[in-house]
């Protein structure tokens, strides 16, 4: 079992950075593969960026790649979003989420944990 929770989003204004955390509970962290979702009102549950285990296999939404850059810390259970040049458009509630796969899938299916959410909202 795995329980994730995330750090408190927040209102930010478009072009500011937000720094995201998800801390997982269980000894087998470093194991899983971490990812972040989001869901914007009325839009189906989108993913972010995910991150395998050692770090070395890392993938995008590619509309995000050039502003979200995922980490995960193995030694402290923790997986971080950095999200730059914001936009109204990233206003969703982001979701921590953990799969126990060898690699990073964008379908929310092959995720088994997830997080209870946290709300962004980027302001114009």
């Known amino acids: 079992q795995v329980q994730l929770v995330e750090s408190r989003g927040g209102l930010v204004q478009a072009g500011d950075s937000l720094l995201l955390s998800c801390t997982a509970s269980g000894r087998t962290f470093r194991t899983y593969v971490m990812a972040w979702f989001r869901q914007a009102p009325g839009k189906e549950r989108e993913f972010v960026a995910g991150?395998?285990?050692?770090?070395?296999?890392?993938s995008y939404q590619p509309s995000l790649k050039a502003r979200f850059t995922i980490s995960r810390d193995n030694d402290r259970n923790t997986v971080r979003l950095q999200m730059n040049s914001l936009k109204p458009e990233d206003t969703a509630v982001y979701y921590c989420?953990?799969?126990?796969?060898?690699?990073?899938?964008?379908?929310?299916?092959?995720?088994?944990?997830w997080g209870q959410g946290t709300q962004v909202t980027v302001s114009s």
């Open positions: 991150v395998n285990w050692g770090g070395d296999i890392i």
């Open positions: 989420a953990a799969s126990y796969t060898d690699s990073v899938y964008s379908a929310r299916t092959w995720y088994d944990y």
